[in-house]
């Protein structure tokens, strides 16, 4: 996971927009992914944005991209103490297949 | 309840040993993904499998292996096992041969204890 970076750790208030930054490295990544790993539970794919689009919303959840500096955003409105997890963003270089490197992952901390 | 069974749940054995683990995709799911967790390496994704045949490689050791087999279940073999290879090992399956839809379900994982 060294080409992907995340910051460890985000703690927001109930109510309030979270922002979970992604730094990559390879600039012919295809597809960059968002996943969610809730404590103690397995995986879930949150959404997914294609390296031709600059932004990608859906319901609460929108992803930004900026290829220039290779830098991916994951926005949460109104974020809830549900959306406590860990939040893994992964960069897919495979052209066509689906090989992703992911992040270490943040940890996002909703307080009431 | 996503529909992808992994067993077993735990499993605790020692360096040298060879282990399998096992999952069953969901109902309709022709794509079996497997995943490493742990502390050291992080997620890591291991292997893909569509419809018996191996569709993408991503870090798997040379002493593991995998396959599908025709009823779409898959096995993840770990042999020549080394304390490092800890970690929760996660299946998940779609119906596609790639992710491109939010359409990818996990199992709830194997924990693998190395001792």
């Known amino acids: 996971g060294e080409d992907v970076e995340q910051s460890l750790f985000l703690s927001v208030r109930e109510g309030d927009s979270s922002v979970i930054n992604c730094t990559y490295t390879d600039s012919s990544s295809t597809y960059l992914y968002w996943y969610k790993q809730e404590p103690g539970a397995g995986l879930q794919l949150l959404t997914y944005i294609f390296s031709n689009m600059d932004m990608k919303q859906d319901q609460r959840l929108t992803v930004l991209l900026n290829k220039k500096d290779k830098h991916l955003s994951l926005r949460i409105a109104d974020t809830q103490t549900g959306d406590s997890a860990i939040y893994f963003c992964a960069e897919d270089l495979s052209g066509g297949s689906y090989i992703p490197t992911f992040g270490r992952g943040t940890s996002l901390i909703v307080h009431p | 309840d996503s529909g992808v069974t992994q067993t077993p749940k735990h499993l605790i054995t020692a360096t040298g040993q060879r282990v399998t683990l096992r999952c069953s995709p969901r109902?309709?799911?022709?794509?079996v993904y497997w995943y490493q967790q742990s502390l050291d390496q992080g997620l890591q994704f291991l292997i893909q499998?569509?419809?018996?045949?191996?569709?993408a490689k991503g870090n798997i050791l040379e002493r593991f292996s995998a396959q599908q087999f025709p009823d779409l279940h898959s096995e993840l073999n770990l042999s020549s096992l080394e304390l490092g290879d800890s970690a929760l090992y996660f299946c998940a399956s779609s119906v596609s041969e790639g992710v491109r839809s939010n359409e990818q379900f996990f199992g709830p994982g194997t924990r693998l204890t190395v001792l």
């Open positions: 109902s309709g799911d022709l794509s």
């Open positions: 499998y569509y419809n018996g045949e191996e569709r």
